[in-house]
């Protein structure tokens, strides 16, 4: 039979460029100029601060149709001399769009031109071209090559670094995480290994969740130091948190530098923070903090007190293959009953790490694990599996309305509500609030659905007691 490619319709990814910006903006002192035409860098600037809610400023090199027939050479030398006079940023990562890339602009060699023609300002500023074409993958494979071009540009300069074994430990995340999600990243490494004995990459803590100050900043402070990236080759060990995504970063410091390494997946759920945390303690060679060890038992306390309302609860969860699978784990180790597994992507491995962890806690779990597909085929199978719940993005929300059901909301992108960069899935307190959220929707979807069967006369009746069972 002839293989057939279908019109995408609504697609769950984003382009490539987008993931770029990310792991960019969580890198110190550092711009992104999108080579390609203006609407590209609106787009995204829009798409950003929506989630974000944060000014996320992105320079565009315009190209117009003159750039499209003769060539985008001079539009982006313009482009990155006017970022520099604006913005006086230390890095400038210059990601590449489908009109950039179609027409066959070879990037490295304006850069090279522009760096000779404008030695005076460039002086030793860092500019990281990375190839991202709109037209193939998603936002998470130029999220990773950017990430790997950013270790890759540092790593390699001479004389970056110590030059001396610093014993610390690389943390490489290889899918977009929120900025909360970040900041509790850090707080376990801090309290557990040590505060300097660490370094995380890309870290948006700060770049996409910045205080107000009363200073007008042109470039929000934080992000992973420079001198710490550059150092990273001098590692005792290192971590990479994502499994169904190739991460490019921890393989080329591995295989460049001999770090030991290993791939976890993001620690969200009690199994998979319990992995992380320690793997963390065994490479710091201490015992498992106590704050940990009693956040570990509150967790495990809340998902007793859950339980009676989650238990067999049928969900569909979709988004971000390494967030997807981290909410199927704490989904099926509280009982609940995922019926639909969605990867936006098409990632290695994915539906075999799906299937092993439902295998390994709910063997008996009808599952319908999806990857690479659009929000058209996911409406369908949404309404073909009929879940209870949708766990995901804001995408969501037109499927889940016309289906009747809940959806709570993570991941990205979150446009429709506030809080997106706030929301914490990781670690034990992550799992805690998610799981109250959870709950808590069930709560007020089974209140809703109650208020409207109770009549006037009826409405101080005793409430369902199917759903509200006797305490023991």
């Given at each position: 039979m002839t293989d057939r490619s279908y019109a995408t319709v609504n697609p769950c990814i984003m382009c490539q460029p987008i993931g770029s910006v990310m792991a960019f903006k969580g890198i110190e002192n550092s711009m992104v100029l999108l080579h390609g035409s203006q609407g590209c860098s609106t787009y995204m600037r829009l798409h950003l601060a929506h989630h974000f809610r944060e000014p996320v400023d992105i320079g565009s090199s315009s190209l117009s149709e003159k750039g499209a027939v003769y060539g985008g050479s001079e539009n982006l030398k313009k482009g990155l001399k006017n970022l520099i006079l604006r913005y006086d940023p230390k890095v400038i990562g210059v990601s590449t769009t489908c009109l950039a890339e179609t027409i066959g602009d070879d990037v490295n060699r304006i850069i090279a031109e522009f760096k000779e023609e404008e030695e005076e300002i460039v002086n030793d500023r860092i500019i990281i071209p990375v190839s991202t074409p709109s037209y193939e993958d998603s936002h998470n494979s130029g999220y990773i090559k950017a990430v790997e071009a950013i270790v890759k540009e540092f790593t390699a300069t001479e004389g970056s670094g110590s030059d001396i074994f610093n014993n610390k430990l690389n943390v490489v995340l290889s899918e977009n995480v929120s900025p909360e999600d970040t900041r509790e990243l850090r707080r376990i490494l801090s309290d557990i290994i040590g505060p300097n004995s660490f370094i995380l990459l890309p870290d948006i803590s700060e770049t996409f969740d910045a205080p107000i100050t009363g200073e007008l900043q042109k470039i929000f402070p934080g992000g992973t130091l420079h001198s710490d990236i550059a150092d990273m080759k001098n590692s005792a060990a290192?971590?990479?948190?994502?499994?169904?995504?190739?991460?490019?970063?921890?393989?080329?410091?591995?295989?460049?530098?001999?770090?030991?390494?290993?791939?976890?997946?993001?620690?969200?759920?009690?199994?998979?923070?319990?992995?992380?945390?320690?793997?963390?303690?065994?490479?710091?060679?201490?015992?498992?903090?106590?704050?940990?060890?009693?956040?570990?038992?509150?967790?495990?306390?809340?998902?007793?007190?859950?339980?009676?309302?989650?238990?067999?609860?049928?969900?569909?969860?979709?988004?971000?293959?390494?967030?997807?699978?981290?909410?199927?784990?704490?989904?099926?180790?509280?009982?609940?009953?995922?019926?639909?597994?969605?990867?936006?992507?098409?990632?290695?491995?994915?539906?075999?790490?799906?299937?092993?962890?439902?295998?390994?806690?709910?063997?008996?779990?009808?599952?319908?694990?999806?990857?690479?597909?659009?929000?058209?085929?996911?409406?369908?199978?949404?309404?073909?599996?009929?879940?209870?719940?949708?766990?995901?993005?804001?995408?969501?929300?037109?499927?889940?309305?016309?289906?009747?059901?809940?959806?709570?909301?993570?991941?990205?992108?979150?446009?429709?509500?506030?809080?997106?960069?706030?929301?914490?899935?990781?670690?034990?307190?992550?799992?805690?609030?998610?799981?109250?959220?959870?709950?808590?929707?069930?709560?007020?979807?089974?209140?809703?659905?109650?208020?409207?069967?109770?009549?006037?006369?009826?409405?101080?009746?005793?409430?369902?007691?199917?759903?509200?069972?006797?305490?023991?």
């Open positions: 290192m971590i990479g948190l994502g499994i169904t995504n190739a991460n490019r970063a921890v393989s080329y410091l591995e295989q460049t530098f001999d770090i030991p390494s290993q791939n976890l997946p993001l620690p969200i759920g009690l199994e998979y923070t319990d992995r992380f945390v320690a793997s963390v303690s065994m490479i710091a060679g201490t015992d498992v903090p106590e704050t940990y060890q009693k956040e570990r038992g509150r967790l495990i306390d809340a998902m007793v007190d859950a339980h009676k309302y989650v238990y067999g609860m049928k969900v569909a969860i979709y988004g971000d293959p390494d967030n997807v699978l981290g909410i199927l784990s704490l989904a099926l180790e509280n009982g609940m009953h995922p019926i639909l597994v969605v990867s936006s992507s098409k990632s290695p491995g994915f539906t075999e790490y799906a299937m092993e962890r439902v295998a390994q806690v709910k063997p008996d779990c009808d599952v319908t694990i999806l990857e690479d597909v659009d929000f058209d085929a996911f409406n369908d199978a949404v309404k073909k599996v009929k879940p209870e719940m949708l766990i995901g993005n804001s995408n969501g929300k037109y499927i889940a309305k016309e289906m009747g059901i809940p959806l709570v909301r993570v991941g990205f992108p979150i446009h429709d509500r506030v809080g997106a960069q706030r929301i914490l899935s990781l670690g034990y307190l992550g799992a805690m609030s998610m799981l109250d959220r959870v709950t808590n929707t069930i709560l007020e979807t089974q209140e809703d659905k109650l208020a409207e069967k109770w009549s006037e006369p009826d409405r101080y009746a005793p409430l369902d007691r199917e759903f509200y069972p006797a305490e023991a």
